[in-house]
């Protein structure tokens, strides 16, 4: 049983960045696909971005290429999700994510408790 505990939301203004990090623990998480995925109140959780096993492959939704990077410590057992240049619209919750490669979220095993993510204009 892989155990997923995200850190690193908070509220920023436009423009700023944050870091969040995924602390995976239990079974054998260097082996996982890691995604983020985020939902903003009223919507549907949405694909952010994905990076496989070794950290050699990596994934991103279409509108937030250049802006967020996904990256994997795997002798810390940790996924980040580097997030540049902040905009009102990212206000979500994030959630870390283990399982196949795969941009939907059902077909991940895992998921975190989510962090908050508040951009203000």
């Known amino acids: 049983q892989v155990q997923l505990v995200e850190s690193g939301g908070g509220l920023v203004q436009g423009g700023a960045s944050l870091r969040l990090s995924c602390a995976a623990s239990?079974?054998?998480?260097?082996?996982?696909?890691m995604g983020w995925f985020r939902q903003a109140p009223g919507k549907e959780r949405g694909f952010v971005a994905a990076?496989?096993?070794?950290?050699?492959?990596?994934g991103y939704a279409d509108s937030l290429k250049g802006r967020f990077t996904i990256s994997r410590d795997n002798a810390k057992n940790t996924v980040y999700l580097q997030m540049n240049s902040l905009k009102p619209e990212d206000t979500a919750v994030y959630y870390c994510?283990?399982?196949?490669?795969?941009?939907?979220?059902?077909?991940?095993?895992?998921w975190g408790q989510g962090a908050q993510v508040t951009v203000s204009s």
């Open positions: 990076i496989n096993w070794s950290g050699g492959d990596t």
């Open positions: 994510a283990a399982g196949v490669a795969s941009i939907v979220a059902r077909e991940y095993d895992y």
């Open positions: 239990g079974g054998t998480c260097n082996r996982y696909t």
